[in-house]
């Protein structure tokens, strides 16, 4: 099936540095996804991507589509505490299924 | 209901027992998924439904996995002969639907079962 990777696996932050997980696709997508998942719970949805190149904001949170929609990112300015959890993008190629990728978990030390 | 209810939260079962997980998904979804999520690991899409017609059961591990959605609303994945290796989080989500997967999933809480 459609295989989606996230780099990297694990991200150690001091409260306040950026972080970054990267997503990669072995297929074109149609759309992706990112959820977040705290310790312990449930994922998450955070965001949709769909149009090539896409940026979307929430507040401290950037998300990118690549243009070859093969890849995408998620970048958290001035990480805090509350960022803490994994952090999952989706992608869809075909049909209505989201295949989800290994997840990136996100530490932060006060 | 306000999200999506998994039943029961926990499962311990013996080696070889069958076992069926419930999910009422959020009233008005169209689109049901099931996922199994090891440890560590990003959720593994096993199926899903529109209404109740299952579109897609590709995921699914083996032909001891099966799953029914009949009126469109709640659904049950059964597990027959369980085995060590399905031990594992099993999570429901649903969405709004549509056919071009334009909606974010809500997930339920999830239902733990340990084979032993």
């Known amino acids: 099936g459609q295989q989606v990777m996230q780099i990297p696996q694990y991200q150690h932050v001091q409260e306040g540095e950026d972080f970054t997980t990267y997503c990669n696709s072995s297929t074109t997508l149609s759309n992706i996804q990112w959820y977040k998942q705290r310790p312990g719970g449930h994922p998450v949805f955070l965001i949709q991507l769909v149009k090539s190149g896409e940026v979307k904001k929430q507040k401290r949170l950037t998300f990118q589509f690549g243009e070859a929609k093969k890849n995408s990112s998620l970048h958290i300015t001035a990480t805090q505490t509350t960022d803490v959890g994994t952090y999952f993008c989706a992608g869809r190629s075909t049909g209505n299924q989201f295949y989800f990728g290994t997840g990136t978990s996100l530490t932060v030390i006060p | 209901g306000a999200g999506v209810s998994q039943s029961p939260r926990y499962k311990v079962t013996k080696r070889g027992q069958d076992v069926a997980l419930r999910c009422d998904p959020i009233?008005?979804?169209?689109?049901l998924y099931w996922y199994r999520q090891a440890l560590g690991q990003g959720p593994e899409f096993l199926t899903y439904f529109n209404y109740e017609a299952q579109q897609d059961k590709s995921g699914l591990p083996n032909d001891r996995f099966s799953a029914e959605r009949p009126e469109g609303s709640i659904s049950t994945l059964t597990i027959q002969r369980t085995e060590q290796r399905d031990s594992a989080m099993y999570r429901c989500?649903?969405?709004?639907?549509?056919?071009?997967?334009?909606?974010?999933?809500?997930f339920g809480s999830g239902t733990r079962l340990t084979v032993v």
């Open positions: 989500a649903s969405s709004l639907g549509g056919g071009q997967g334009n909606y974010g999933y809500t």
């Open positions: 009233s008005g979804h169209v689109s």
